[in-house]
């Protein structure tokens, strides 16, 4: 199972970018799917996330201007930046809690390999 992430690069501030992410590989199921992001010499931290109910939650700091969504069946999540601030410089995760046995109803959580955002002007 891998998660391939795409969409990362360069924006000035006010700019979008759209970041996405394919899950690959035989699995059986996904329940949750999320974003993450880390800045180098801090910890990883919680962006937005999708539940299989379509329930979505958002850190405070992006509240309202990036939207995460996803696609079951192409088994893709994908996350709208807008507005984008200097303070969003980061490497972005994406994540997926995943179950690969049929018979054990257990979902283990992956991620990518991450893609860089930088916003500057």
């Known amino acids: 199972v891998q998660l391939a992430e795409s969409g990362g690069g360069s924006a000035q501030p006010g700019g979008s970018l759209r970041l996405s992410c394919v899950v690959t590989g035989t699995i059986m199921s996904i329940s949750s799917m999320a974003w993450y992001r880390q800045v180098l010499g801090k910890q990883r931290e919680l962006v937005a996330v999708v539940n299989r109910d379509d329930s979505t939650n958002y850190a405070d700091s992006v509240q309202g201007r990036f939207t995460i969504s996803r696609d079951y069946a192409k088994k893709m999540v994908s996350l709208q930046m807008d507005s984008l601030k200097p303070e969003d410089t980061a490497v972005y995760y994406c994540?997926?809690?995943?179950?690969?046995?049929?018979?054990?109803?257990?979902?283990?959580?992956?991620w990518g390999q991450g893609t860089r955002v930088t916003v500057s002007s």
């Open positions: 994540n997926a809690h995943i179950q690969t046995d049929m018979y054990a109803h257990i979902y283990d959580p992956y």
